[in-house]
């Protein structure tokens, strides 16, 4: 299947017997075919306890399974579309930036506690990014939304990528993550920019960061 780029803010997926796709409710445009649009309440393929840990968080993105013969207009809200296709490896996204991505990928959740200790916690508190993000393993496409566009930066065990926590949208690829103070305490009195924190990606993979810093 997969998915082609009409323009900057609507894609085109191919949908073909036996094969899912699976998108946040609301975002068909249009569709040629024998195609089929049911809400899906288990939120994709990561199962019940997938499901679980983003409702408890509060951070579940309704889903439709998309099924049939035809072709299917996506988008959502005027958002900039950004495809990214998976080879085996793992994307973590957060939930209401998915757009639509294939039934071949295996979804799930992953608490962002693990993910630098105490500061994931920090990370969802202070930048509004959540507790809990998506993941999307195996190998097909994946179509997320952004402000402005994206951009896609390298991360290389020599140079880790520093990023502003509300342009961040995903990243994949052996990562670790941890948020940082950018200034000194004094200098964040009376600052409310996200500017003050910084995330910090290392090892190897990449990083997808939007042009704006206005969540979804």
């Given at each position: 299947m997969g998915f082609r780029e009409v323009n900057s803010k609507m894609i085109e997926a191919t949908v073909v017997p036996g094969q899912r796709l699976f998108s946040q409710r609301g975002a068909m445009l249009a569709y040629k075919g024998d195609v089929s649009f049911t809400p899906n309440i288990q939120g994709g393929q990561g199962g019940v306890m997938s499901m679980i840990g983003r409702r408890v968080a509060n951070e579940a993105a309704p889903l439709m399974t998309v099924e049939g013969s035809g072709t299917v207009l996506f988008g959502h809200g005027g958002h900039h579309i950004q495809v990214i296709d998976l080879t085996g490896d793992t994307l973590y996204v957060e939930a209401d930036r998915l757009l639509a991505f294939e039934g071949t990928l295996r979804q799930g959740t992953m608490f962002m506690g693990s993910q630098?200790?105490?500061?994931?916690?920090?990370?969802?508190?202070?930048?509004?990014?959540?507790?809990?993000?998506?993941?999307?393993?195996?190998?097909?496409?994946?179509?997320?939304?952004?402000?402005?566009?994206v951009f896609e930066v390298p991360i290389t065990p020599?140079?880790?990528?520093?990023?502003?926590p509300q342009a961040y949208v995903a990243h994949h690829g052996d990562v670790?993550?941890?948020?940082?103070?950018?200034?000194g305490w004094r200098e964040m009195v009376g600052r409310g920019?996200?500017?003050a924190f910084q995330l910090e990606l290392s090892g190897s993979g990449a990083v997808y960061v939007q042009a704006s810093e206005e969540k979804l």
């Open positions: 630098g200790g105490v500061m994931g916690l920090v990370r969802g508190q202070v930048t509004g990014q959540g507790l809990f993000t998506t993941t999307l393993t195996g190998r097909g496409a994946v179509a997320v939304m952004a402000h402005g566009g020599q140079r880790p990528v520093h990023v502003d670790r993550n941890k948020l940082s103070a950018a200034l920019s996200g500017e």
